[in-house]
């Protein structure tokens, strides 16, 4: 480590970029030995879609969660320094969060630690968003889907995003281990720093560091990140020997799921990295200042899942040339068999949605993909049929399975069968299907107020 | 006559949450960023054309610092919703390796 240690320095340990990722222990060793202030880990995302904060499930199992939670409690305590972990769950609503909280005191009984935890509640009540909606104080983000009372009805689960506030709050009153709903990715770190006296612009890009572990750093890598937050700057740093920061490495993260690399909303401001200055301060750590943080008008994001359908697919494959070169009249007259065979059902076409996807001619870009003729010498497809209960999405998937199988088509040779379905059964149910229906935020009346703090002692 | 696949580093897509895409090029150094930049052909026209959105739907950020070029479009569909087919939006950025750039010659080397 390059990192020397100073009295006017704020040290910040992240584990990884996502709790249950894992990560070496020697890597979070090294880093403990530089003495941080605090270790954290994010602990969700919206990427990995909406089931997630739709059905209250985990992205990660709780068996890699549970590990990595029990190396850092451990850490923490023996370390007499805060363990913070932000959007806890994968998405951060109540059930997230419950589940996490469950880990941590099954860890602790295990292991007789004690300790007081904090865990903030992100989840918010429809009735609250309602009357937030109806006060005009709820504004659309860019590509937002249009927002009404009906939409707040339907939703799952809808939680709101915490800024540094909460969690400062939860500090200064004791808190030793922080669990938290939705949170700004970068919130728990720039929270610590802030309240240790350092400016907001590096104490929240040493956040935006900080909540994707050791991403910045190449080979890029499932691994620790020592950030060091200091007057006008922050210096990066992996704590594994086999990575490196490098000025465009870590230039380069401010690029990763963000829609600009320069303008950051957060809560309460804009983090703007537009006169960034990335400089090696040795083989493997990078100096960057010249961020700068603009006040504005306290908002926080709002985020929700809606139940759409269940869901029957299969997936099969034709190697048929003839048949390859009409897919799409073929899959044509696949649905309108599938419609008059329903109909005999007495299901009609509104209370399903059949889906093809055409692996081999647009299955990954679809209507954007500029290829238009197929060029492959087979073709996969995977058939999904969406409704309103299962049974109606098994019958008519199966519906769709037979007529791709045996729907005849002009020039056809091989008349036992027009598919090669890789599985017996063919038929699989998937989870349900959900959909996220805002990407909002709103104007509270202050930090706290969406975001009520529980205190246990554990 | 260059194309992207063959003088950049780094092409990539992503979520840049439920709702948008965004792309990425990233260039060796600072000299191929220029040269680039210089031709104009990476701009918000390009992603319009080549992802079918209105060029104003196009959030098209330079960024020298990074050696970069950025651009963020609607999804298609928002993540995960029905129809999509690509929740991470991980492989939408194919359409971006065959751009042609006309890079004159490096007259200062």
């Known amino acids: 480590m390059t990192t020397t240690i100073a009295t006017d320095e704020f040290r910040l340990l992240s584990t990884s970029g996502l709790l249950g990722y894992g990560f070496p222990e020697v890597s979070l060793a090294t880093g403990l030995a530089a003495k941080p202030h605090m270790i954290g880990v994010d602990g969700g995302s919206t990427d990995p ?3 997630y904060l739709g059905s209250g499930k985990t992205v990660n199992s709780r068996r890699a969660m549970k590990r990595d939670l029990r190396l850092m409690l451990r850490s923490a305590l023996e370390q007499k320094i805060p363990l913070l972990v932000g959007s806890c769950g994968g998405s951060g609503s109540d ?5 996490v909280a469950e880990i941590v005191r099954e860890i602790a009984r295990e292991d007789s630690l004690h300790f007081r935890l904090a865990l903030i509640h992100s989840e918010q009540d429809k009735a609250s968003v309602k009357r937030r909606l109806a006060a005009g104080t709820v504004k659309p983000l860019r590509n937002a889907p249009p927002l009404d009372e009906s939409t707040i009805d339907r939703a799952a689960h809808i939680t709101a995003m915490m800024g540094s506030e909460p969690w400062t709050r939860a500090l200064d009153e004791g808190a030793q281990v ?35 572990g050791a991403t910045a750093a190449t080979p890029k890598g499932h691994d620790c990140l020592l950030t060091t937050v200091s007057g006008d700057h922050i210096v990066v740093e992996a704590t594994n020997p086999i990575r490196i920061c490098t000025p465009l490495s870590t230039a380069n993260h401010s690029l990763h799921e963000n829609a600009s690399p320069t303008i950051f909303v957060e809560p309460g401001g804009i983090l703007d990295g537009t006169n960034c200055r990335f400089d090696a301060i040795s083989d493997r750590a990078v100096k960057i200042s010249g961020m700068e943080w603009r006040p504005m008008p306290y908002t926080v994001k709002l ?28 899959l044509d007259s696949v649905r309108k068999n599938v419609e008059d065979k329903s109909a005999a059902l007495d299901v009609s076409p509104d209370q399903y949605r059949l889906i093809f996807r ?17 060029r492959s010498h087979e073709l996969g ?16 998937l199966a519906l769709a399975r037979v007529n791709l199988l045996h729907v005849d088509f002009p020039g056809r040779m091989c008349r036992e069968g027009n598919m090669a379905f890789p599985f017996s059964p063919s038929d699989v149910i998937p989870e349900p299907s959900y959909r996220f229906t805002m990407s909002h935020v709103v104007a509270p009346n202050d930090p706290y107020e969406m975001f009520p703090i529980e205190y246990v002692s554990v | 006559m260059a194309l992207i696949r063959d003088i950049a580093q780094v092409c990539k897509s992503k ?30 026209q390009l992603f319009a054309r080549l992802y079918g959105v209105d060029v104003n739907d196009v959030l098209f950020t330079e960024f020298p610092a990074g050696h970069a070029f950025k651009a963020t479009i609607p999804r298609a569909v928002g993540s995960g919703d029905v ?18 750039i006309p890079l004159a010659e490096a007259v200062a080397k």
């Open chain 2, 15 to 44: 979520n840049a949450g439920p709702f948008e895409l965004t792309i990425d090029v990233v260039f060796e150094d600072r000299a191929m960023f220029e040269r680039v930049r210089a031709t104009g052909v990476l701009g918000p």
């Open chain 1, 358 to 374: 055409v692996y081999g001619r647009n299955g990954v870009m679809g209507p954007r993909e500029p290829v238009r003729e197929v």
């Open chain 1, 178 to 212: 922080i669990l938290a709903g939705r949170s700004s990715d970068p919130a728990p770190w720039a929270a610590c720093a802030i309240r240790a006296g350092q400016a907001p612009a590096p104490s929240w890009y040493a956040g935006k560091f900080l909540e994707c």
């Open chain 2, 83 to 100: 129809g999509d087919t690509d929740v991470y939006g991980a492989q939408q950025h194919a359409p971006l390796l065959d751009v042609d």
């Open chain 1, 303 to 330: 985020e929700a899942a809606e139940f759409v359908g269940y869901r029957a697919i299969t997936i099969c494959g034709t190697r048929d040339p003839m048949l390859i070169g009409q897919i799409d009249g073929f």
């Open chain 1, 95 to 99: 059930p997230h969060l419950a589940i």
């Open chain 1, 381 to 396: 497809i995977l058939a999904e049929v969406i409704a309103e209960t299962q049974e109606i999405a098994s019958a008519v």
């Open chain 1, 49 to 51: 879609g909406p089931y």
